[in-house]
């Protein structure tokens, strides 16, 4: 069975501060690891994936994320948010192997303060 | 660059109605998924579909749920009887191969609103 665990349904952050989204996920099987984020009104777009190979990922629009396997964490930074990346981010885990289905997180509402 | 399609965007439907949502996957994808985000709350898996066949289903999906890829390119989510607590946004995504990669591409969704 597989859990994703995200700290944090609202945060907000000024323009140009660092962004910190936390991700903790429960996996019996080695995971791979995603975010996703979704803007209003629209579908879901991969913004980054873990998949067992390098565990600092980087990611669309300035994204990364960073896979721990002893705090079983993979939470997403930006080192300067920008107006644009208001929105909501979701975190998910599949498992490594079979359909791969994903399980998501609750997410996060991103608000990015002027 | 492919992407996934899904028709209608909205639908609007009486309970007890039956409705379809359609869904046209990458086209050299082989998995297919759906999964419905209920207003306010997170992703939920439904189905995932492989080699024609249902390969996992959740207990949301019981037997009001249906799936179908009737000619190779489209892929069908049908709800036989809706209920108001299927109210939700739908949406279907692909993957290609194993070996194509492990990330899952997502259509934009399709409302559905029972009432």
């Known amino acids: 069975a597989q859990s994703v665990t995200q700290l944090g349904s609202h945060v907000s952050v000024s323009e140009g501060a660092l962004v910190l989204l936390r991700c903790n996920y429960s996996?019996?099987?080695?995971?791979?690891l995603f975010w996703y984020v979704q803007y209003p009104n629209q579908g879901l777009q991969l913004l980054l994936k873990y998949t067992s190979a390098a565990t600092l990922v980087k990611g669309i629009n300035g994204f990364e994320a960073e896979f721990k396997k002893s705090e079983t964490s993979f939470h997403l930074t930006k080192p300067s948010a920008h107006m644009s990346d208001a929105a909501e981010y979701f975190c998910?885990?599949?498992?490594?192997?079979?359909?791969?289905?994903?399980?998501f997180g609750t997410g996060t509402r991103l608000t990015i303060i002027p | 660059e492919p992407e996934v399609t899904q028709t209608p965007s909205h639908q609007v439907t009486q309970m007890g109605q039956e409705v379809i949502l359609r869904c046209v996957p990458i086209?050299?994808?082989?998995?297919f998924y759906w999964y419905r985000q209920i207003l306010g709350q997170k992703v939920e898996f439904l189905v995932s579909f492989y080699n024609n066949e249902i390969s996992e289903k959740s207990e949301i999906f019981d037997d009001q749920f249906s799936v179908e890829r009737p000619d190779g390119s489209n892929f069908t989510l049908k709800i036989r009887s809706t209920k108001l607590e299927d109210s939700a946004m739908y949406f279907c995504?692909?993957?290609?191969?194993?070996?194509?990669?492990?990330?899952?591409?997502f259509g934009p969704g399709t409302r559905l609103t029972v009432t």
């Open positions: 996996s019996s099987v080695p995971p791979y």
């Open positions: 995504a692909s993957r290609p191969s194993r070996n194509g990669g492990h990330e899952q591409y």
């Open positions: 998910a885990v599949s498992p490594n192997f079979g359909n791969e289905k994903l399980t």
């Open positions: 086209s050299n994808h082989l998995y």
